[in-house]
């Protein structure tokens, strides 16, 4: 009993404890971080900050669980942000945290009963009978002596054990760690350099169907290895220990028969020299000088040649090549200047000549991290031996398929068209040339004194504006559009016959209070797919560009009549959602209106909301940009029929707002395709 008395102390402690940002206040209360804002300038009994800093304060969970309590705003905290808490405050460390839930969330996937027979126990008696239950279900998916830090149950984790054991009951144990998971890579983005999971797939369904053995060298948390179906065996490496402990948790409970994962440098210690797979996967460290080019110069590996120091891509792309089997296939993620340093352009030749590089795809900026750089995938094979090597490499260029920075919109595209001519090379070492596109460059081409590589500098230019024809039916279009803009023209401005009369004006905050609209922040983030209306978006009148980045928060989606208004740049930008733009998720720096139809008229909200005055009026600035507070923007009290003839005049305005806009981006294209096609000869000067 003393024993079980302690552990409750102990428990109890970490749980007064814990502290939550504004952010997870605003998701335990359900609503946006500038309600919590709002609540603590107008509450005086709101919690004091216990930690944090003066712009980013943390407070007590206990004591917000309490206020909100008193509010009427929380009934109970839901579990899965109870169970995220925990992780927090983990005296050890979210890491530490992760990996004992993971642990005992596998118990519960692989052995339900065993587990069920352990909770029945006391927290103490729990933690002496969990150790050999947990040895027996990692050691089952692991492999004996497998490389999990192995940090002993204790009777003050039993809690948490048993509470993400209660989340898996309501989400399933792959879906509980993936959301604890996702909550630590969100809070600290920094600290990790993560693969999208789009790209994740790419790389995967390159490696090609029948991939049963797949290494990862550089596994990060998993997600290239997760990416691949049907395996039998996964080889998990990592520098850091704690990504390879929850690497190996991730695939075990992802359902990997067998997960093999190592805590070491790839490159210096191999810890599976000797064996060989029938795919890699890998998102190597980029532009690293202490890769261990002094004490590796004799090593094996390197059968294309010995790296320069300036290199490193080129030691793992050998080192992945050193670990397939004949045929196996490599997919690695690289840095452009790999294909064109000319430090390495001796081993791109010896590549080239012996058949071991096959493909070379330039991705859209954006696709990876660092984002603002159009990444590259190698594809490669281990050569047979005494067979001919392929005539020619595969070249392949996506920036044209995702112009205008659309890369969520478009990256379907770009990953059907990759596979497509991958797929068609694979099967006959040919592809239907298209221009800016793909093509098959024979490797005698490409074996000059720089062996540059690079997709878009072999590939033939894409038919200026798409030709002669295409001009033509631009230009027609923007005979219609300008056509159309001019019937739009607004009529000439006419004073109120009565002099200048204001009504009484109230605010967004004080619509709000009263149930008048709803206001909501956007955040990018949530379950599901929905696309995502950044900031850009709504000032250019764009359909969703963004990427929804994984959270395990339900997403507020736009509906028709919403109002968006970004809140950075101070700008007079207010937007009314269509149906086109209905179903998606408003981005960071957005705030969202929702009008009670019965109340309000959304085109008589947003034409207000654009008001100079108004918007200045809102404005406050900080040292490099000025953000609008959405509550302080002012509209008049009107009736609602008088608020729709205002609407239809804002509504008005708005289509030839986008008449002007698109005849804008028509006309660019028209002059760009011009000079393009006079310059390489497909246009006439006549």
Not at 498 to 511: A, F, N, Q
Not at 560 to 572: H, I, K, N, S
Request: aromatic residues 4%.
């Amino acid at each position: 009993m003393p024993e079980e008395n302690a552990a409750a102390e102990v428990t109890a402690a970490e749980v007064a404890a814990a502290e939550v940002t504004a952010a997870e206040v605003a998701r335990l209360a359900g609503v946006g971080r500038a309600a919590v804002s709002n609540g603590r300038r107008r509450h005086a009994d709101f919690p004091k900050p216990v930690g944090g800093t003066e712009t980013s304060p943390s407070f007590s969970l206990d004591e917000v669980e309490h206020w909100l309590r008193a509010q009427g705003k929380l009934a109970e905290v839901p579990l899965r942000e109870r169970v995220w808490q925990q992780i927090a405050a983990h005296p050890g460390g979210a890491v530490v945290a992760l990996v004992q839930a993971g642990g005992a969330l596998l118990v519960v996937r692989d052995r339900p009963t065993d587990w069920l027979e352990l909770t029945a126990v006391s927290d103490a008696r729990m933690a002496t009978l969990l150790r050999p239950v947990l040895d027996q279900a990692l050691g089952a998916r692991l492999g004996p002596g497998h490389a999990l830090a192995e940090i002993p149950p204790d009777p003050a984790a039993m809690p948490l054990l048993r509470a993400a054991a209660a989340l898996a009951a309501e989400l399933g144990a792959r879906q509980a760690f993936e959301f604890l998971l996702g909550r630590h890579l969100d809070a600290n983005p920094r600290q990790y350099t993560l693969t999208p999971d789009g790209l994740a797939a790419l790389m995967a369904a390159l490696a090609g169907p029948a991939a049963r053995t797949v290494l990862d060298p550089a596994c990060g948390t998993g997600s290239l290895l997760r990416a691949v179906r049907g395996a039998t065996a996964l080889y998990a490496q990592d520098s850091a220990p704690e990504l390879a402990a929850l690497a190996a948790l991730r695939l075990a409970l992802n359902g990997t028969p067998q997960v093999r994962a190592a805590a070491a440098d790839s490159l210096r210690a191999d810890a599976f020299a000797q064996d060989t797979v029938d795919a890699v996967l890998c998102h190597p460290p980029f532009n690293e000088r202490a890769w261990g080019h002094e004490e590796l110069a004799y090593d094996p590996r390197w059968e294309y040649g010995f790296p320069a120091r300036t290199e490193s891509e080129l030691a793992w792309v050998q080192h992945a090549l050193a670990h397939l089997r004949e045929g196996g296939t490599a997919v690695l993620l690289m840095p452009p200047a790999v294909a064109a340093r000319r430090s390495g352009r001796r081993i791109r030749a010896d590549l080239l000549r012996r058949g071991a590089l096959r493909a070379v795809v330039a991705l859209p900026a954006g696709a990876a991290p660092p984002y603002g750089i159009p990444l590259h995938l190698w594809v490669l094979r281990r050569p047979a031996p005494h067979a001919a090597p392929p005539a020619g490499l595969l070249l392949i260029d996506t920036a044209a398929l995702a112009a205008d920075d659309r890369l969520r919109s478009v990256w379907p595209a770009v990953h059907e068209a990759v596979q497509e001519a991958w797929s068609a090379y694979d099967r006959t070492g040919s592809v239907a040339q298209a221009p800016g596109v793909s093509r098959v460059v024979p490797v005698i081409e490409l074996l000059d004194d720089d062996v540059d590589l690079t997709p878009a500098r072999h590939l033939p230019p894409p038919t200026a504006g798409g030709g002669p024809a295409e001009l033509t039916a631009v230009r027609e279009r923007l005979g219609e559009t300008l056509g159309r803009a001019a019937r739009l023209t607004p009529p000439a401005a006419a004073a109120p016959a009565g002099g200048t009369v204001r009504p009484p004006m109230t605010t967004v905050g004080e619509l709000a209070r009263a149930g008048a609209l709803e206001l909501h922040t956007g955040t990018g983030g949530g379950t599901g797919s929905a696309p995502v209306l950044t900031e850009q978006d709504v000032s250019t009148g764009s359909g969703p560009t963004g990427t929804l980045a994984p959270t395990a928060d339900e997403p507020v989606l736009t509906a028709p009549g919403d109002v968006l208004v970004p809140l950075v740049g101070g700008a007079a930008i207010a937007r009314v959602v269509d149906e086109a733009t209905a179903g998606a998720v408003p981005g960071r720096g957005l705030a969202l209106l929702r009008p009670d139809p019965a109340a309000l008229d959304p085109w008589f909200l947003a034409g207000f909301l654009r008001g100079t005055a108004n918007t200045r009026r809102a404005s406050s600035h900080a040292s490099t940009a000025t953000r609008l507070d959405v509550r302080r923007l002012r509209l008049p009290r009107l009736p609602l029929a008088q608020q729709q003839g205002y609407g239809l005049r804002f509504q008005a305005l708005a289509e030839f707002e986008d008449a002007l806009r698109l005849a804008g981006r028509l006309g660019e294209q028209l002059v760009q395709g011009f000079h393009d096609g006079l310059s390489d000869g497909t246009v006439t000067p006549e």
